[in-house]
């Protein structure tokens, strides 16, 4: 029988007595874990278990964590002589863990017994530790062996329990069961298993069947007398009151009411190593001593805290004034004499020294202050100290932040103490395998096990890091207790590590060498090996990061890294980096200190992207570079670029409270000049940074890729450059599409250095990273993955797509960045310095030259991906790379596409940079890129003749099902003049009427009066001008929101944009000038009066306020009037003003920013002084601003007789007097003037020498002009009316426009005019030629009115009906058209307009008299949105709301009266040259096509063609040759079919039906709409609501539409990445893991894995809903307030959207929303448990808000709603809170100070608060935003903004963390 033989002794406990026997292996005996004196408590437990043992019954310990059960069980055993084996479980445990596994031998697999069986067959004791952990389908396998004792067996053998085998065995003998393959289970097997009850930790709960086969026995903590024994013993020198004070106050956190707070235990188990410690420094703070143990201020929530410092309180234990903590390390000397390394460690505590003995390492030991990279700063010092003391007793755990340097720390203790340090890197789904041993193949197939490198520490006595133990499963920890705990480990190969003394008297009880007992795998552990785990600081309150649990505190000893205060921090970075600039360094520092400070979670995310690590990283680049800007290097660091918008306003808010400035240089824009990159010498050169160019054998390796250099690109590369030579890693972050791939391998071809590419997906797992196993011929080999070659060859490692692999594999990385260390798969390992290889093999050397260069899209939606980094974030050296800035972008594509038009380039530029934009608002959720861009370039490149709109659909089809998207889109791109959407035959030009037969109106004759006066002379003077100033003025920005209007038609306008206006303001001039290509348009409003100028082609407009320089006089109404007058080179960019009335100049320079006046001689004497506000009728001064842009300008009196030249250049002023007063002034040519004389209206030529210089010949000639009509043959003169023209021009038409105008060839001098009497007249030979002139002209039916007299009634009083100041008239003379604007009373609207429509509302029509042609055209100009109330004033200005200028020769521009302002292309040509343009970018249209085969038969195809151009246009009908035709085919023209694209020239249009091929039948339309109708009304009846009140929810619901869409998109995404699956490990289907290979090899079943739902991790809580409060203000000023800006309208559909965004969605948020007035603060709208289900529920809360702010007390209850939604909404459980407050909160009416709103708002750190506050009155809400935390305000000052901010909190904060 196999039960050893009876040594004959027994042990006896109480009454109960046990015989022992002899063991077989008695190594397998545990050793030395019975204490001399044994406690009560245990004694009753190993009593109770001899008990069972005796009954032969399986027993499981249960009880809360710690190594209590497991050290009773080893004394049981032990004091049985039991050999025992024990196992570990884990998640990860499987069943051939447990039975068996096979392992090749020589090539065959054989079974090897596992744990279970070696234990049944060999009467062992089986002890499982950590039931809980396993997978649930693991245990029962179990079920029959305990039950039973059998058990069948893989390779074909049968467990069979010993009485059943004994009966057979009377019957068989043993070779036959032998043969049945029947092995007997000994009678001494037990099972001892340990434990935690589940629920109360976390865990699987027993299996029902497995729980029924044990009897179980509740081992709690030893009690408090025995406990307190104990610590005595070991505390001898601490004072026993503090001792039981201590326990006592353990003992309370243990107890059930603490665990019902939410704390976990206090690790108990851990209170002798405490008080250890404080045996050797009794004067130590206990209080800190506890914060080792349970450090409950990183571990617990507020209150959580509060509980623990109460207890303390009670207790006594809150420092006392004697109590002190450890200063520094003084010294360290090594213990010469010790059998184990050991060193003597003296601290300074207070003032004394205590020195104290600690394990030491292998290496020579190192004194504290010597190591050079260390920087001791006092924080770290007493770190150190602690860290000392902790390690004479435990190992530790170091918790602090990324970044911090907590591996510095542990690498300078380590150095202290002669450590060999071995760092481990944890990643999440590492396995217990990955943790202690691996499988691999031995050279000849065998398979075998490979000791991890934590084993290899143990043994080899080396301090192992264990670097993020904070992302490592719980369940995968567990295997590490026992060796943490007892410092002895099983392992899977069957070795057994075993704690030094235990080694020991092992030897000696059996006698055996050193040799002999590794035969037997055992293996001593080393004294000196030590653990120090490192940790980012559990998430407070979150469910997935609080991995500090009550098992976890058993382990270790808590030590908290703060981050270093702000002395320390500048002493760090100074002493790392010598010469930064000092006052950078400051100015950065208290930026991070006061981002760290803050409550606010946004800002502490902020602050973890700015760790210690970061700071040194941005200093070494400022002290190398240090004229770099930094506010950019702090934006970097944190990536704002791709902040959520409120962080970024956090930041940026932040920085500018810190005084970091955006570089102020930034006026000069950057010129790709600056930033070629040269390569020459072997040097390459980007912008300012050079460097060397690698030599390389591997050019194969070097990346070339097609790269267009732009700006943006080289700034971004010399950026990268900077960093690359200071040796950092880079990560380049930023949407798809916008060149990360092109930059990076347009970088690495510059620098010559070849490049390894490595692209992550979602399974990208460890192993991928760094090897590739395979098999050949049955052994495994690995493949080095791209990551190994690079960092051995020392290439350069491209990693892409980064954020796409889980976060827990792309952190094995960060050793290898930061450490320079990374272990592989094969046992190999990565080491940074060559130094410490020495002769160890399997070592990889890190190549100097290896970098690596990490690509990842940015984090947070649209992408979906991991943070990446957030995680990593802070190792790598961060770039955002954005699209390019328009102007690179455009050089850019226009590399790519020579071919296509620059004008359509710019369209897509700057549609496309609009899209962008609104994709960061969050408006649009896909980023469109520069890669869609580039390829709609090249498909315009290669198929030039396709339109521009239906290769942009390549890209928007994509949105084509998402209406509210395809809107903004289609607004968009029709903004920007791309008509996606238009068909070619949608052109709308206006309506032509033919022109009048000209008529032959007689000669105008010059100076040949009857009474023989010849001509006057008119004498000069000349004088010099006065200047006053000049003042510099204020000019304002503001950005054009410019629109194309042809984006669906094609008109005459094309384009126009909005001046910023205000109601009361009134346009009074317009004038326009154009210099070298770029035409200025200047734009006058006088009340108040101001100058609105701006590049016609630009984006922003500017505008100078004049109201303080022309003052509001009192007294009588002074309605001023100011023209304006461009001067031309060199004085570009002035301008002149002159107001009529106190005949002001001024001249303004807009580049100088500074202002002059100009104050001409005085002309009279100032006697009667001309007051403004006196009785008689006020002056008038005129200005003549015809040569402007010559610099020279006339002014003169109403009725006055002087004319006045003012040459701005020189400076003076040339007076000319003259013999008549004068009505007004027109300059036809610079030295000839037509003057009218006032009353007679009588004309005059003036002529003028070129320049009046000093000399005599300064003398002005008057001639009188006299009309003469055609002789009438009788000799009777007919008395005409004189009229006075409108406006003559001061150019002469070209000879062929003129002789097309007056139908004869002729060329000749000549003029062309208008007047109310005519559209046109044209005077042949003036002014030119002395002889009579020709008068030709087109007279109008009816002459133009004067303001008619009912007016003058109107307003009362007797006005004198004056003609408006401006006539709106101009003339082109290159288009041979005169233009001007007349009121709808005026136009021939029956002829324009069909009998059946109304004409619409107009601000006038332009007329447009076109010469060429002969016709008339009227366009009608929309009415302004608002118009000015100073009717009267307005009828002085002009008689249209609309005013006109020239533009660009071929055009006009309008401003209407709302500040509009219109671009009309009038010129025939210009339009027909537009509409070609047009219709290209539309593309032919659906012509038919058909599909032919070309067999080339040298033939030519006739293709579509322009058409020669007839040189006198006349009408072609048909005939296939002319263009400009009508009708006919394959050529250019109207209504032709067939031909390229329609001309216009200009005649009736003969059009060929074309019937409406594509249109959907008008039934088919029909059917569908009343098919919507029916369903519509059946929705309503289901819910009872009238149509009525349908269209009033859909007035609220309709204009919150999109956004609701857009958060339910983002919604539905953050569902579906929740429920992303994962992989199931184990699976006997699915795909080949490749940690399994061997498994593979060997022949097991289940080593696939595939994806499926996983099981919620063990004991994970629940998630809990998010909880929203919308707290609404329905307060009395709503209702008043909202005629003016509808902000109760507003705050009705924001309620409504919330409603409507979290419909379907309760499990993940539950809102309620409450109402604040003046009735009270909590006014329930929607509570919690009933929300609005349908429409008609959630337009019942609407009206109620509505209704409750109409009636209401008035008063304001904001804060208390705010501070009571607070209070109130952490009453019930969630995982985050958000309290959105919506108020007008007119603060300071109400007296309530802001900074109590703050202090309110940041009152609980668990909730978000927001306030939206609705724009009061002037600035207030931005001064009290200002006073606000930022991130937390938001001011609308439009109230559309509301549901758009909104969205901006939800997408920013709530939905980021789902």
């Known amino acids: 029988m196999s039960t050893g033989p009876n040594t004959g002794e027994t042990v006896n406990i109480g009454d109960v007595s046990y015989k022992l026997k002899t063991p077989k292996s008695p190594e397998l005996v545990p050793q030395n874990y019975i204490s001399d004196s044994v406690v009560q408590s245990v004694i009753q437990h190993l009593k109770w278990m001899m008990q069972k043992d005796l009954l032969g019954q399986d027993v499981f310990l249960i009880g809360p964590p710690g190594p209590l059960r497991r050290s009773i069980a080893m004394q049981y055993l032990e004091l049985t002589k039991r050999e025992v084996e024990y196992i570990a479980l884990s998640r990860d445990t499987t069943e051939s863990d447990l039975k068996q596994r096979r392992e090749i031998r020589a090539g065959t697999a054989f079974y090897i017994d596992q744990c279970a069986v070696r234990a049944a067959t060999e009467g062992r004791t089986l002890i499982l530790e950590g039931l809980e952990k396993a997978e649930r389908n693991v245990l029962p396998v179990l079920n029959n062996l305990l039950e039973n004792r059998e058990m069948q067996l893989e390779d074909g053998r049968f467990l069979m329990s010993s009485e059943r085998y004994d009966k057979l065995l009377q019957d068989h003998t043993k070779t036959e069961l032998d043969a049945w393959k029947i092995v007997r289970v000994s009678e001494n097997f037990r099972v001892i298993a340990l434990g935690l009850p589940v629920p109360k930790y976390s865990g699987n709960p027993l299996d029902p069947p497995l729980r029924s086969r044990f009897q179980a026995r509740d081992i709690y903590y030893l009690p408090f007398k025995d406990q307190l024994k104990l610590l005595y013993s070991v505390g001898a020198s601490v004072s026993a009151e503090k001792i039981s004070q201590l326990l006592s106050f353990a003992t309370t956190l243990c107890s059930q009411e603490s665990s019902t707070l939410g704390l976990p235990d206090f690790p108990l188990d851990s209170l002798p190593a405490a008080v250890q410690i404080l045996d050797s420094f009794p004067m130590m703070s206990i209080k800190h001593a506890i914060q080792w143990l349970y450090p409950y201020t990183i571990l617990l929530g507020h209150e959580g805290k509060m509980a623990v410092e109460g207890v303390l309180k009670r207790f006594e234990l809150q420092d006392s004034d004697s109590s002190m903590l450890p200063k520094e390390v003084v010294r360290v000397e090594r213990l010469v004499d010790s059998p184990a390394p050991q060193a003597a460690v003296t601290v300074r505590i207070a003032e004394k020294e205590v020195t104290i003995q600690v394990p030491a390492g292998t290496r020579p030991i190192n004194q504290p202050c010597a190591s050079d990279h260390f920087i001791q700063t006092l924080s770290h010092k007493q770190l150190l100290a602690e860290m000392m003391q902790s390690h004479m007793v435990k190992d530790i755990c170091l918790i602090g932040g990324k970044g911090c340097g907590k591996t510095v720390i542990a690498k300078n203790f380590a150095d202290n103490l002669g450590y060999n340090i071995e760092p481990i890197m944890l990643y999440q789904d590492m396995t217990a395998r990955d943790l202690l041993q691996q499988r691999y193949t031995l050279p000849n197939g065998d398979t075998a096990w490979r000791s991890s490198p934590l084993v290899n520490a143990a043994l080899e006595g080396k301090l192992v890091l264990l670097d993020g133990i904070h992302r490592v499963n719980a369940g995968t920890l567990a295997v590490l207790q026992r060796l943490i705990h007892d410092r002895e480990l099983s392992l899977y190969d069957g070795s057994r590590l075993l704690r030094e003394d235990r080694y020991m008297r092992l030897k000696e009880e059996l006698q055996l060498s050193d040799e002999q007992l590794q035969k037997r795998s055992i293996f001593p552990v ?624 807009t580049t100088g920013q500074a202002l002059r006046r100009l104050i001409l001689p005085s002309e009279e004497v100032p006697s009667k002084k001309p007051s403004w506000w006196s009785k008689e009728d006020t002056e008038t001064y005129k200005m003549c601003k015809e040569f402007s842009h010559k610099n020279w300008l006339v002014f003169y009196k109403e009725n006055g007789n002087n004319l006045t030249v003012l040459d701005v250049l020189e400076g003076r002023t040339h007076t000319i007097s003259l013999p008549i007063n004068l009505k007004t002034v027109f300059l036809v040519a610079e030295d000839k003037w037509l003057l009218v004389e006032d009353k007679t209206n009588q004309k005059y030529l003036l002529t003028k020498p070129a320049h009046i210089e000093s000399e005599d010949s300064g003398v002005c000639q008057l001639y009188m002009l006299k009309e003469e009509p055609p002789s009438s043959g009788f000799g009777v003169i007919q008395e005409t009316d004189l009229s006075i023209p409108h406006k003559i021009s001061s150019d002469q038409l070209s000879s062929e426009n003129l002789s097309s105008a007056v139908g004869q060839k002729i060329a000749s001098p000549n003029r062309i005019l208008s007047d109310k009497n005519s559209y046109a007249t044209v005077v042949i030979g003036f002014p030119d030629l002395m002889s009579p002139s020709e008068v030709y002209s087109w007279k109008r039916p009816s002459s133009l009115h004067k303001p008619s007299v009912t007016d003058t009634t109107f307003y009362g009083g007797k006005k004198k009906s004056e003609t408006p100041k401006q006539s709106n008239c101009v003339t082109l003379l290159d288009t041979n058209q005169i233009v001007r604007i007349l009121p709808p009373g005026e136009v021939p609207l029956k002829d324009i307009y069909p009998k059946d429509v109304t004409p619409p509302q107009t601000a006038g029509y332009i007329e447009i008299t076109d010469l060429q042609s002969k016709k008339l055209r009227y366009i009608p100009i929309p009415r302004s949105e608002s118009l000015s109330p100073y009717t009267t004033w307005l009828s002085t200005i002009s008689d249209t709301d609309a005013l006109l200028a020239e533009w660009d020769k071929g055009g006009v521009v309008t401003v209407d009266m709302g500040g509009h302002i219109r671009l009309w292309e009038t010129g025939l040509e210009h339009l027909q040259r537009s509409l070609m343009e047009w219709r290209n970018m539309i593309g032919q249209g659906d012509r038919q096509m058909q599909i032919t085969i070309h067999r080339d038969s040298g033939k030519d195809v006739s293709s579509p063609k322009h058409g020669k151009e007839d040189p006198d246009n006349m009408p072609h009908v048909g005939g296939n040759t002319w263009a400009g035709g009508t009708g006919g085919r394959d050529t250019a023209g109207l209504g032709g079919k067939g031909g390229p694209y329609r001309l216009d020239a200009g005649h009736t249009v003969y059009q060929v039906s074309e019937a409406e091929k594509d249109a959907v039948p008008e039934e088919v339309k029909r059917a569908a709409r009343e098919m919507g109708q029916k369903a519509f009304q059946q929705r309503l009846k289901e819910i009872q609501m009238s149509e009525y009140d349908a269209t009033t929810y859909e007035r609220f619901s309709g204009a919150v539409r999109r956004q609701v869409h857009s958060l339910r998109v983002i919604l539905d995404n953050l569902q579906a990445k929740g429920k992303e699956r994962q992989w199931l490990r184990h699976q006997a289907t699915g795909e080949l893991d490749d940690a399994k290979i061997i498994e593979g090899l060997t022949g097991e079943k289940a080593i696939y894995k595939r994806r499926g739902e996983l099981e919620p991790q063990l004991g994970s809580p629940q998630q809990k809903p998010k909880r929203l409060r919308l707290v609404v203000d329905v307060s009395g000023s709503m209702y008043r307030f909202n005629g003016v800006d509808g902000r109760l309208e507003r705050s009705m559909e924001a309620v409504c959207m919330v409603m409507e965004a979290f419909e379907n969605y309760e499990e993940k948020f539950k809102y309620d929303i409450v109402g604040h007035s003046g009735d009270g603060y909590n006014i329930g709208l929607v509570p919690l448990n009933k929300i609005p289900k349908d429409n008609k529920q959630r337009l019942e809360i609407l009206k109620t808000m509505h209704a409750h702010a109409q009636f209401c007390m008035s008063g304001d209850h904001t804060l208390e709603g705010t501070e009571h939604a607070i209070k109130e909404i952490v009453k019930e459980e969630a995982d985050e809170y958000f309290v959105i407050v919506l108020s007008d909160a007119n603060l300071s009416r109400y007296g309530i100070h802001p900074a109590k709103f703050a202090q309110i708002l940041t009152s609980n750190p668990q909730v978000n608060a927001f306030a939206i506050f609705i724009g009061s009155l002037g600035d207030q809400a931005t001064r009290l935003q200002r006073t606000l935390p930022a991130g937390r305000s938001f001011v609308a000052m439009d109230t559309k903004d509301i549901p758009q901010i909104l969205q901006q909190i939800f997408t920013s904060t709530m939905l980021s963390t789902v």
């Not at 240090?626 to 932040?654: G, I």
């Not at 020495?838 to 190549?847: D, Q, T």
């Open 526 to 1149: 080393h004294p000196s090996f030590r653990i120090i785990a490192l940790a980012e600081p559990p998430v407070i309150g979150s469910t997935t990061q609080q991995w500090l649990g009550p098992e976890f505190l058993t382990m270790f000893l808590f030590h908290y890294m703060k981050p270093l205060v702000k002395s320390e921090e500048i002493q760090v970075i100074k002493e790392m980096v010598p010469n930064i600039p000092q006052e950078a360094l400051d100015r950065l520092l208290s930026f991070t200190h006061k981002l760290r400070e803050t409550q606010d979670p946004t800002a502490q995310s902020l602050a973890a992207s700015l760790s210690t690590r970061q700071l040194l990283r941005i200093s070494r680049r400022l002290s190398q570079y240090p004229n770099e800007n930094l506010h950019s290097a702090v934006t970097k660091a944190c990536l704002s670029r791709f902040l959520p918008s409120l962080a970024r306003s956090a930041l940026e808010k932040n920085l500018a409270d810190a005084e970091i400035e955006i570089s102020t240089d930034n006026h000069q824009e950057p010129e790709l000049e600056n930033y070629k990159c040269e390569i020459a010498s072997g040097n390459l050169r980007i912008g300012a940074i050079s460097a060397p160019i690698y030599n390389t054998h591997e050019k194969m390796k070097v990346p070339d890729v097609l790269f267009y250099d732009n700006l943006q690109h080289m700034i971004v590369m010399e950026d990268m450059l900077k960093d690359f030579l200071l040796g950092e890693h880079l990560l380049l972050v930023g949407n798809q599409g916008v060149g990360k791939n092109k930059i990076v391998d347009r970088f690495l071809h510059l620098l010559n250095r070849p490049r390894e590419y490595i692209q992550l997906h979602r399974d990208t797992t460890v192993q991928t990273l760094t090897l590739q196993p395979s098999v050949k011929d049955g052994l495994i080999v690995y493949e080095d993955s791209p990551l190994v070659k690079a960092v051995k060859l020392g290439h350069v490692l491209v990693v892409d797509e980064a954020d796409k692999a889980p976060t827990n594999v792309t952190c094995i990385l960060k050793t290898l960045v930061e450490n320079g260390e990374m272990i592989l798969a094969d046992g190999r390992r990565i080491v940074a310095n060559s130094a410490n290889v020495n002769g160890r093999e399997n070592v990889i050397v890190i190549h100097p030259d290896f970098r690596m260069i990490v690509l990842a899209n940015r984090p947070g939606f649209p992408f979906l991906g991991n943070d990446f980094f957030g995680t990593l974030g802070d190792i790598f050296s961060c770039h955002a790379v954005d699209n390019p800035k328009p102007h690179s972008e455009l050089e850019m594509l226009r590399q790519y596409g020579p071919n296509v038009p620059k004008p359509i380039l710019e369209k897509l530029v700057a549609a496309f940079g609009e899209l962008r934009s609104l994709a960061d608002q969050g408006i649009i959720n896909y980023p469109y890129s520069t890669r869609e861009v580039v390829n709609i370039v090249k498909h315009l490149q290669k198929f030039p003749t396709e339109g521009l709109s239906s290769v942009v659909r390549n890209v928007f089809d994509f949105d084509s099902y998402n209406n509210d998207m395809r809107e903004i889109l289609i607004n968009t791109l029709h903004k920007y003049g791309i008509p996606i959407g238009a068909k070619p035959t949608s052109v709308q030009l206006a309506k032509e009427l033919p022109l009048p037969e000209q008529t032959f109106m007689g000669y105008w004759t010059i100076g040949q009066s009857r009474n023989g006066i010849q001509k006057l002379l008119c004498p000069t003077e000349t004088h010099h001008i006065d200047i006053k100033g000049p003042a510099l003025i204020n000019i304002q920005e503001y950005p054009i929101e410019r629109y194309e209007e042809r984006s669906q038609t094609f008109t005459e306008e094309c384009a126009s944009w909005k001046l910023p206006l205000d109601e009361i303001n009134l346009i009074c001039d317009i004038a326009t000038s154009s210099e070298n290509e770029e035409n200025t348009l200047y734009v006058v409003a006088c009340n108040p009066i101001t100058l609105y100028f701006m590049n016609m082609a630009g984006k922003s407009g500017y505008l100078v306020d004049f109201s303080d320089i022309f003052p509001r006089t009192a007294g009588r109404v002074w309605h001023p009037f100011v023209t304006v007058a461009p001067l031309g080179n060199p004085l570009k960019d002035q301008v002149i003003l002159h107001e009529q009335q106190s005949n002001v100049i001024l001249l303004l320079d």
